[in-house]
């Protein structure tokens, strides 16, 4: 069965003639009603009743008419895809990252429009752990995001410098502690919080705040492990210690940035990565350098003094 053949059976089927229809298809009519009377024989049913007037469906015409639109359809679906993957183009667009950098980053980057316009007709997001994202690149992802290095055999970019922030309670836990009210706070004072609540060691920054710690020889004096941002910033607002996180600001606390023994602000690495030969390569690359111009003014107030 070839589409040709159903491009006929449908433009008969909607001009009401085989006439009609063989001069829509710029065909000569017995050319069409040859055709026709194939794909019956074919099928095994009769598609349509030859009457003076033109022609008129049967019944299992009428069934196949409506798969036949199917078809034809999703023919020129593969073309317009086939077009957007030659040209280098998105037809969708898939954003793999951990759950907190899609809800503190990729959101109110598609929230914000981003500037290119035509990112891609489709956009879908994925939310994989820190430790298995960089494999969504091999299940249908076309770019991942992730506060962990990209493996050497991908593309990738750095796209920001997320600011580690110690989270405190309006009571000013840390107020005397090393801290410029509202802004900062140094590791020493951090050290002596009881307690310090972080997140498992298997995530990002709690691997940066250890690591910090441990260059300026300092431990801290008590820590609580909490395994969800959102409990462990609840945790601090509640007056149960200072959370330290990268996440967005919730429950009224107040952000201090945390600085490190050389008086530098802590922070955490932010990348994107996606495969290097993907179709759209380019596009993808120039969609990372726009998330990153984003990031760079989303946290821009966080990483000056």
Same mark, same amino acid.
């Given at each position: 069965?070839?589409?040709?053949?159903?491009?006929?059976?449908?433009?008969?089927?909607?001009?009401?003639?085989?006439?009609?229809? &063989?001069?829509? =298809?710029?065909?000569?009519?017995?050319?069409?009603?040859?055709?026709?009377?194939?794909?019956?024989?074919?099928?095994?049913?009769?598609? @349509?009743?030859?009457?003076?007037?033109?022609?008129?469906?049967?019944?299992?015409?009428?069934?196949? %008419?409506? @798969?036949?639109?199917?078809?034809?359809?999703?023919?020129?679906? @593969?073309?317009?895809?086939?077009?957007?993957?030659?040209?280098?183009?998105?037809?969708?667009?898939?954003?793999?990252?951990? &759950?907190?950098?899609?809800?503190?980053?990729?959101?109110?980057?598609?929230?914000?429009?981003?500037?290119?316009?035509?990112?891609?007709?489709?956009?879908?997001?994925?939310?994989?752990?820190?430790?298995?994202?960089?494999?969504?690149?091999? *299940?249908?992802?076309?770019?991942?995001?992730?506060?962990?290095?990209?493996?050497?055999?991908?593309?990738?970019?750095?796209?920001?410098?997320?600011?580690?922030?110690?989270?405190?309670?309006?009571?000013?836990?840390?107020?005397?502690?090393?801290?410029?009210?509202?802004?900062?706070?140094? %590791? *020493?004072?951090?050290?002596?919080?009881?307690? +310090?609540?972080?997140?498992?060691?298997?995530?990002?920054? &709690?691997?940066? +705040?250890?690591?910090?710690?441990? *260059?300026?020889?300092?431990?801290?004096?008590?820590?609580?492990?909490?395994?969800?941002? *959102?409990?462990?910033?609840? %945790?601090?607002? &509640?007056?149960?210690?200072?959370?330290? +996180?990268?996440?967005?600001?919730?429950?009224?606390?107040?952000?201090?940035?945390?600085?490190?023994?050389?008086?530098?602000? %802590?922070?955490?690495?932010?990348?994107?990565?996606?495969?290097?030969?993907?179709?759209?390569?380019?596009?993808?690359?120039?969609?990372?350098?726009?998330?990153?111009?984003?990031?760079?003014?989303?946290?821009?107030?966080?990483?000056? =003094?």
């Amino acid at each position: 069965m070839e589409l040709r053949v159903l491009r006929y059976f449908v433009a008969v089927a909607d001009a009401g003639s085989v006439t009609a229809g &063989s001069a829509a =298809s710029h065909v000569s009519q017995p050319a069409v009603s040859r055709q026709l009377r194939a794909l019956e024989r074919e099928l095994g049913v009769e598609l @349509l009743v030859r009457t003076e007037g033109g022609v008129r469906l049967t019944a299992a015409g009428a069934e196949l %008419l409506v @798969l036949a639109r199917g078809l034809l359809e999703r023919e020129a679906t @593969l073309k317009r895809t086939a077009a957007f993957l030659a040209s280098g183009r998105l037809t969708s667009l898939t954003i793999a990252a951990p &759950s907190t950098t899609l809800s503190d980053v990729i959101a109110p980057f598609l929230a914000a429009g981003p500037a290119r316009g035509a990112l891609a007709p489709e956009v879908n997001v994925v939310s994989r752990s820190t430790s298995e994202v960089f494999a969504a690149l091999g *299940e249908g992802a076309d770019i991942v995001v992730a506060p962990a290095v990209p493996p050497p055999e991908v593309a990738s970019m750095l796209i920001a410098e997320l600011p580690v922030r110690a989270y405190v309670g309006a009571r000013g836990v840390l107020d005397g502690e090393g801290a410029e009210r509202d802004r900062s706070v140094n %590791l *020493e004072a951090l050290a002596r919080v009881d307690p +310090l609540v972080m997140l498992p060691g298997r995530h990002p920054v &709690s691997q940066v +705040l250890t690591r910090a710690f441990a *260059e300026a020889g300092l431990a801290p004096q008590h820590v609580q492990e909490v395994d969800s941002p *959102e409990a462990a910033q609840a %945790l601090a607002a &509640s007056g149960r210690g200072v959370a330290v +996180l990268t996440n967005d600001t919730r429950f009224g606390l107040i952000p201090r940035r945390v600085r490190d023994a050389d008086g530098s602000v %802590l922070t955490m690495p932010l990348h994107a990565a996606w495969t290097p030969t993907h179709h759209a390569v380019d596009e993808i690359a120039a969609l990372a350098a726009e998330l990153r111009d984003f990031c760079a003014r989303l946290y821009r107030d966080d990483l000056t =003094s």
